[in-house]
């Protein structure tokens, strides 16, 4: 795996990640927290939206880049948290120097996955069911690099694309994903943010790969 990012740090703290194929090392491996983030307890990190509580991870050649921007235009994220009472949005990772701009996922009135790459303009693709805002959630997205993006979630830690309900899962069919060359670059980026907008949520973990996770 690529990057492996436990939210396991102490009160303030941000969380070292880990990458067991050494495809980045040092700052990009960690997670930097924002708006003083408590001590993780029984495996997750609770972020307040009134706190502007959030994560960051390494662009501008950093992790974003080489993980999302590989050439072979293969890449994949798994998120964990639970309890989602406030905000929309799962993560922001708009760029620049492509035709599309936008790579985000908010929960507003459905699940819908924003996306738009080197090749083409900003689309969107979304789920029948909004995503649980009680429990457990494992949220997936990820290319093939061949002619598809998937996302989905589900209660249950995912092992295939097949088990996720299909109400909770969508995929784009055309060719998409393609972020090779441009910029990740916008200050508004983040996990569990998108610009001004923050969520109150407990957070587990984080984890990228430049290859699909679930078949």
Do not use: C
């Not at 990190?45 to 994560?55: D, N, P, V």
């Not at 991870?57 to 994949?76: P, V, Y």
């Not at 923050?198 to 996770?213: E, F, G, K």
């Amino acid at each position: 795996m690529d990057f492996v990012g436990l939210h396991d740090g102490g009160a303030g703290a941000n969380d070292a990640g880990y990458s067991y194929t050494n495809l980045v090392s040092g700052a990009d491996l960690v997670l930097t927290q924002l708006g003083a983030v408590p001590a993780a307890s029984a495996g997750y990190r609770q972020l307040t939206q009134a706190s502007s509580q959030y994560f960051t991870a390494t662009q501008n050649s950093g992790l974003l880049e080489a993980i999302f921007g590989n050439a072979d235009e293969k890449w994949a994220m798994i998120l964990k948290f639970k309890d989602w009472s406030l905000g929309n949005y799962v993560f922001g990772f708009n760029h620049a120097g492509g035709v599309g701009t936008s790579f985000y996922l908010d929960n507003d009135a459905g699940g819908t996955l924003h996306i738009g790459d080197a090749d083409t303009a900003d689309e969107t693709v979304s789920t029948a069911t909004s995503i649980a805002i009680s429990g457990p959630v494992y949220l997936l997205v990820q290319a093939d690099g061949i002619n598809k993006v998937r996302w989905g979630w589900q209660a249950t830690k995912i092992t295939t694309w097949a088990a996720i309900p299909a109400a909770q899962k969508a995929e784009v069919a055309n060719v998409m994903g393609n972020f090779v060359g441009v910029a990740f670059s916008d200050a508004n980026n983040g996990l569990y943010r998108y610009g001004a907008t923050y969520v109150t949520m407990q957070v587990a973990y984080a984890v990228m790969n430049t290859a699909v996770i679930i078949e």
